[in-house]
């Protein structure tokens, strides 16, 4: 059975950091891209970044280039969502997301696997 669980998840003020982490279970995670996706009361999911298989592959959103990063680490089968800046349009619930084939994807429909979500509030 596949879990992705996520955590990290809080209340930050504008500007500060939080770093969310997936760690997965029950499938060969060195194989998997990894996928990180958003969303706000009343907005649809949003894509915000994604890994390949490797960790060497990465894109993110407009949204968020240059203010997060996403990495992963297979030995400990866990991808991470390092967040910095973060603003008020970044409250969301954030939810981690596994791919079978191994891409780092940017749409929702390759994504075969997803975890629960957790909450990010910014307040200003």
């Known amino acids: 059975q596949v879990q992705l669980v996520v955590s990290g998840g809080g209340v930050v003020q504008v500007g500060g950091s939080l770093r969310l982490s997936c760690a997965a279970s029950g499938l060969t995670f060195r194989t998997v891209g990894m996928g990180w996706f958003r969303q706000a009361p009343g907005k649809e999911r949003e894509f915000v970044a994604a890994?390949?298989?490797?960790?060497?592959?990465?894109v993110g959103s407009d949204s968020v280039k240059g203010r997060f990063t996403i990495f992963r680490d297979n030995a400990k089968n866990t991808v991470y969502l390092q967040m910095n800046s973060l603003k008020p349009e970044d409250t969301a619930v954030y939810s981690c997301?596994?791919?079978?084939?191994?891409?780092?994807?940017?749409?929702?429909?390759?994504?075969?696997?997803w975890g629960q979500g957790t909450q990010v509030t910014v307040s200003s």
């Open positions: 890994v390949n298989w490797s960790g060497g592959g990465t």
């Open positions: 997301a596994a791919d079978p084939s191994g891409r780092a994807s940017t749409t929702p429909w390759p994504y075969q696997y």
